[in-house]
C-alpha cells in the first residue's frame, strides 16, 4: 500500500488545487505544512481570489462598527464577537476586517477573523 504522500503525489496537480479550492479555510490553514507546493498555493494570491470566489461557507457582517457575526451559510451556526472597546471604526471586504482604534497612534490593523491573523498598518 503506498503512502498517502506518495498517494497525492500521483494526482495531477491541478486536480489537487481544484480540490483545495473547495476546503474550508481551517482545513487549508492545516495544509499549508504538507508540502511546499501546497504552501506556495495557498499562499498565492491567485487561489485566495478564487477561492473566495468558490466559497459557500460564510460572510461577515458588521454591526456599530465595533462588533460583527461570522455566518456560516452552511450549518445554521451564527458567532458573534466583540471586538476591543477601543474600536473606533470596523470595516471589511473579502472576509477581512480593517480596524482603527481611538487611542493607537493613527494606527490600522486588518485582521483576518477566519485565520487568526492579523497586520498593522502604520500611518
Known amino acids: 500500500m503506498a503512502s498517502s504522500n506518495t498517494s497525492w503525489s500521483l ?3 491541478d486536480l489537487v488545487e481544484n480540490i483545495l479550492y473547495r ?13 511546499k507546493q501546497w504552501c506556495a498555493l495557498l499562499i ?5 481570489y478564487k477561492h473566495l470566489d468558490l ?14 457575526q461570522v455566518i ?8 458573534s464577537l466583540q471586538g476591543p472597546d477601543d474600536i473606533d471604526l470596523m470595516i ?10 481611538d487611542n493607537r497612534d493613527n494606527n490600522l490593523v486588518v485582521w483576518n477573523p477566519f485565520l487568526s491573523r492579523v497586520k498593522w498598518i502604520e500611518l
Open 11 to 13: 494526482l495531477p496537480f
Open 44 to 48: 498565492d494570491k491567485r487561489f485566495i
Open 72 to 79: 456560516n451559510l452552511e450549518t445554521p451556526d451564527l458567532s
Open 92 to 101: 471589511h471586504c473579502d472576509g477581512l476586517l480593517l480596524c482603527r482604534f
Open 55 to 68: 466559497s459557500r461557507e460564510g460572510f461577515i457582517r458588521v454591526q456599530d462598527h465595533k462588533s460583527f
Open 23 to 35: 476546503l474550508p479555510v481551517a482545513s487549508l490553514v492545516r495544509f499549508k505544512s504538507t508540502c
